[in-house]
C-alpha cells in the first residue's frame, strides 16, 4: 500500500558526503516506521538505520554512528539518510524499507528499488 522511490546516490570520493532521499506515495506516511539497509557486493543486505513514525527516534549500527543521520520530514511523505565522512566499505546498494507495524527488518513488506552509493579511495 506504500511505494518508495530512493534517489540521490552516486559517486563520492572518500570523505565526502552524500544524501540520499526516499519518496514514499499510496500511504499515510506518519504510519510507519522507515528504515535504511544496504547491500554491497558479494555481501549480504544489512542495517544501516531506522526511525520512529514521528522522527522523534533514531537507531544506527555501529558501522555508520556518528557519521550517517536518518531524518523524515512527515508534511512531504519523505526519509532522508545524510552520510557523512564516508569510506569505501559504505560502497553498496542503499534501500529504504516501511514497515507500518515493527521497527523495520528483512522481512518488511515495503522496500525502494535501491540507489548505488560509489566511494572512490
Known amino acids: 500500500q506504500v511505494q518508495l522511490v530512493e534517489s540521490g546516490g552516486g559517486l563520492v570520493q572518500a570523505g565526502g558526503s552524500l544524501r540520499l532521499s526516499c519518496a514514499a506515495s499510496g500511504g499515510t506516511f506518519s504510519n510507519y516506521y522507515m528504515g535504511w539497509f544496504r547491500q554491497a557486493p558479494g555481501k549480504e543486505r544489512e542495517f544501516v538505520g531506522r526511525?520512529?513514525?514521528?522522527?522523534?527516534?533514531?537507531y544506527y549500527a555501529d558501522s555508520v554512528k556518528g557519521r550517517f543521520t536518518i531524518s523524515r520530514d512527515n508534511a512531504k511523505n519523505t526519509v532522508y539518510l545524510q552520510m557523512n565522512s564516508l569510506k569505501a566499505e559504505d560502497t553498496a546498494v542503499y534501500y529504504c524499507v516501511a514497515d507500518r507495524t515493527r521497527l523495520p527488518t528483512l522481512t518488511s513488506d515495503y522496500w525502494g528499488q535501491g540507489t548505488q552509493v560509489t566511494v572512490s579511495s
Open positions: 526511525i520512529s513514525r514521528s522522527g522523534h527516534s533514531t
